[in-house]
């Protein structure tokens, strides 16, 4: 009897590799997918506090705004205070009867004080435009494009009158993320009172 020697090849076939190459590619693109929506996700939500606090600060210089007309004349008359907050010309732009999309607040670095923008915010926004300061300043954002870095942040502050003692405040940051289609929204409201008044 003959025998016949059969040769057992080793190795592994077409099939068996694009098995092993389909597994491999499962397990490494798995969790580099939830990687990279987790470093998406924490730079929205860096982003959004971020927009949270602006729209905060946004809020607080305009009780700013308040304090300083109506300390300014307290020993004469709080209400004389209450009204050149109110009804002046020089925070005019922020109250809605003058303008529909608010003003730029800040706090003007040679007084110290709050001033408002001369001009109103526009629908499109752009002179309500934040750009990041390091000047090691007292605020870092600013409305000055001059030297400081542009940031997708856009704060306007709305000012209206609910009756002769109460303004109503709404400040406003919007941004625009990543591949997001639409603005996203912050937003602060607040009212502030004539409690140093008769």
Known sequence: MISQLHTKEKGFTLVETLVAITILLIVIVGPLKISSQTAKSTSFSSEQVTAFFLAQEGSELAQNMRDAEVLGSFLSDPDDGWEDFSTGSEYSNCFSTFSTYG????????????KASSIGCEANGDNCDLYYSDSGGRQKYTYDSAGNTPTPYNRSVKLEWISSDEVYVRSTV???????R??????VETSLYNVYGN
């Open 103 to 114: 003003c730029a607040l800040e706090i003007d670095t040679a007084t110290g004080r709050v």
């Open 174 to 180: 919007t941004w625009r993320t990543g591949s997001q």
């Open 182 to 187: 639409n603005d996203q929204e912050a937003v």
